[in-house]
C-alpha cells in the first residue's frame, strides 16, 4: 500500500530529483519501521505483554522529587530562553512568549472564538480549545492571561514528567525510566513545554490515557482519549495505541466499545464550530484558505521541505537553520531511533508512533515537525532502551543537548521557529 501511494504521488507531483531522492528515503523508512514492526504486533495480540508489578511504578516520594525538579527544569528553558535574548541584545519581556501559536491561544483564552471580525481572529477557529480552557481556568487565579498560560504549561509539563516516569516503570527498571524522562526534558525543542501552547497539556493527557489502558481501567483511558483530542486533532490516533491495549488484555468484544468516547472529544471542537460559524467544519476551510493546510502524505512533506531547505541556504540562512533544517532532521530523527527500537518498546508504544506520525506530519504545509515530535512519548521510551551502554547513552545525550540548545537559541532569536 506505502509502494502503490509512492507511485501515485511520483506520477502526480512529478518531483524533481532532490525531492524524489528525500521522500524515497522518508517512505522508505518508514516502510522498514512498519515491517519490523509486524512481529512485535503478532506477538503483542496473540501472547500478550508482560508488565512489571504495578506496586513497583514509583513511591510517592519520589513521584514528588519527579514533579518538583520538572517545575524547576521548566523555569530553567525559560531563563535560557531570556538569556539568549539578553545575550542578543532583544528584549526579555515575558511578552516574548507570545509569539508563535500563544498568541492565538491566548486571545481565544481571553475573548473565546468569535462569528465576526477580522479574518485573522476569524481563523483562530483552527487551535482546539482544550488549552485555552484551562488557561482561562488558571487565570482565575492569577488574573493574567500569559502568566496563566505559562503556570499552566509548567504544571502540565511537570504532571507529565511523573506519569511518563510510572508508564515508563510498569515495562523497565528504574534506572532505565529515569533515563527515558531526562531524554523527554531535553529533546530539541522541550522549551515548547513551557510555551503558553498545548504541548503540555496534550502529553499529559495523552500519558494518562495511555496509562490508564496499560491498567485495563479502559473507560477512564478514553475519557482521558476524549480530552486530548479536544485538545489536538491528532489526540485521536490515541485510538490505536488503546485498541492494542483492549486487544494484548484479551478484553472482551463490549470493552471495545469504549474507544468511541474518544471521538467524542473531537466531534465536541465540531460542534464549536457549528455554535460559531454555523459549519462543524469550518476550521477545515480556514486550513486551506488561509495556512494551505490540508491532509497529505508524509513524503511529501519531506520532498517540499527539502526543496525550500536547499533554496533557502542561499537567500535565507536563518530560515535554512531555524525552521527546514530542524524539520527535516526532528521527522528523520524520529523514523531512525524508532526503526532500531521498535522491537523492545512495547506494541502499543509503536503502533501509536506509526499512526500519529502518518497523520501529523502528512500536513501539506508542516513548519512545526519538531514540537509535533517533541509529545511522542515512544520516542523516549525508545532512546531509553537504546542507551543501556554507556557510551551509547553519552553519544544519545550530547546530542540532543547540542542539537537542543541550537534550536533554542534559533526559537529565542526568532529564526522562523514554529
Given at each position: ?7 501515485v504521488?511520483?506520477v ?8 524524489f ?10 516502510g522498514?519501521?512498519?515491517?519490523r514492526f ?7 495480540w496473540?501472547s ?5 508489578p504495578e506496586?513497583?511504578?514509583?513511591k510517592k516520594?519520589e ?5 518538583l ?6 523555569a530553567?528553558l525559560?531563563a535560557?530562553v531570556?538569556a539568549v ?12 512568549w507570545?509569539?508563535t501559536?500563544?498568541?492565538h ?12 471580525g477580522s479574518?485573522?481572529r476569524l481563523?483562530?477557529?483552527?487551535f ?10 488558571v487565570?482565575l487565579a492569577v488574573g493574567?492571561?500569559?502568566?496563566g498560560?505559562?503556570?499552566a ?12 516516569y510510572?508508564?515508563m516503570r ?6 532505565k525510566?529515569l533515563r527515558?524522562?531526562c ?12 510555551a503558553?501552547m498545548s ?10 490515557c ?5 491498567c485495563e481501567?479502559?473507560?477512564v ?5 476524549a480530552?486530548a483530542a479536544?485538545?489536538r ?5 490515541l485510538?490505536?495505541?488503546?485498541l492494542f491495549?483492549l ?11 469504549a474507544?468511541?468516547v474518544?471521538?467524542l472529544?473531537?466531534a465536541a471542537?465540531c ?9 462543524a467544519?469550518?476550521?477545515m ?12 502524505l ?10 525550500y531547505?536547499l533554496?533557502?541556504?542561499g537567500?535565507?540562512?536563518h530560515?535554512?537553520f531555524?525552521l ?14 524508532m526503526?532500531?527500537?521498535?522491537r ?6 509503536s503502533?501509536y508512533?506509526?499512526?500519529?506520525f502518518?497523520v501529523?506530519v ?5 513548519l512545526?515537525?519538531p ?9 523516549s521510551?525508545?532512546l ?12 544519545l545525550y550530547?546530542?540532543?543537548l547540542i542539537?537542543?540548545l541550537?534550536?533554542?537559541i ?8 514554529w
Amino acid at each position: 500500500m506505502l509502494a502503490a501511494l509512492f507511485a501515485v504521488w511520483c506520477v502526480r507531483e512529478r518531483p524533481d530529483a532532490v525531492g524524489f531522492l528525500s521522500a524515497l528515503v522518508w517512505a522508505s523508512l518508514f516502510g522498514l519501521l512498519c515491517l519490523r514492526f509486524v512481529p512485535v504486533w503478532l506477538k503483542a495480540w496473540s501472547s500478550g505483554e508482560e508488565s512489571l508489578p504495578e506496586t513497583d511504578t514509583g513511591k510517592k516520594g519520589e513521584i514528588l522529587k519527579i514533579f518538583l525538579a520538572a517545575l524547576m527544569w521548566d523555569a530553567v528553558l525559560v531563563a535560557a530562553v531570556t538569556a539568549v535574548r539578553a545575550l542578543a541584545g532583544e528584549s526579555t519581556s515575558v511578552s516574548f512568549w507570545k509569539c508563535t501559536d500563544s498568541q492565538h491561544y491566548l486571545a481565544i483564552a481571553e475573548d473565546w472564538y468569535l462569528s465576526e471580525g477580522s479574518i485573522d481572529r476569524l481563523v483562530q477557529l483552527v487551535f482546539l480549545p482544550g488549552y485555552p480552557l484551562l488557561v482561562r481556568l488558571v487565570n482565575l487565579a492569577v488574573g493574567d492571561y500569559l502568566l496563566g498560560g505559562m503556570i499552566a504549561s509548567a504544571l502540565c509539563f511537570a504532571g507529565s514528567a511523573c506519569l511518563f516516569y510510572k508508564l515508563m516503570r510498569l515495562d523497565m527498571s528504574r534506572e532505565k525510566a529515569l533515563r527515558g524522562l531526562c531524554f523527554m526534558c531535553i529533546l530539541p525543542g522541550a522549551f515548547f513545554y513551557a510555551a503558553p501552547m498545548s504541548e503540555s497539556l496534550f502529553m499529559l493527557l495523552s500519558l494518562c490515557c495511555i496509562y490508564c489502558a496499560r491498567c485495563e481501567k479502559n473507560l477512564v483511558a478514553c475519557i482521558f482519549g476524549a480530552l486530548a483530542a479536544f485538545t489536538r486533532s491528532v489526540g485521536l490516533a490515541l485510538m490505536v495505541p488503546v485498541l492494542f491495549e483492549l486487544a494484548a488484555h484479551k478484553r472482551k468484544i463490549r470493552d471495545y466499545f469504549a474507544l468511541l468516547v474518544i471521538p467524542l472529544g473531537f466531534a465536541a471542537y465540531c460542534y464549536i464550530n457549528y455554535r460559531v460559524s454555523g459549519d462543524a467544519f469550518k476550521f477545515m476551510q480556514y486550513q486551506s484558505e488561509h495556512w494551505n493546510q490540508r491532509f497529505g502524505l508524509f513524503f511529501n512533506t519531506a520532498a517540499y521541505q527539502t526543496e525550500y531547505a536547499l533554496k533557502s541556504l542561499g537567500e535565507n540562512p536563518h530560515n535554512f537553520f531555524g525552521l527546514w533544517l530542524p524539520n527535516l532532521l526532528a521527522q528523520l530523527g524520529a523514523l531512525a531511533i524508532m526503526c532500531v527500537a521498535v522491537r523492545k518498546i512495547r506494541a502499543s508504544y509503536s503502533a501509536y508512533f506509526i499512526a500519529y506520525f502518518f497523520v501529523a506530519v502528512g500536513a501539506t504545509w508542516l513548519l512545526s515537525a519538531p514540537r509535533y515530535m517533541l509529545v511522542m512519548f515512544p520516542l523516549s521510551a525508545a532512546l531509553a532502551e537504546l542507551s543501556e551502554k554507556r557510551s551509547r547513552a553519552i553519544l544519545l545525550y550530547a546530542a540532543c543537548l547540542i542539537f537542543g540548545l541550537a534550536y533554542l537559541i534559533a526559537f529565542a532569536l526568532r529564526w522562523q521557529v514554529w
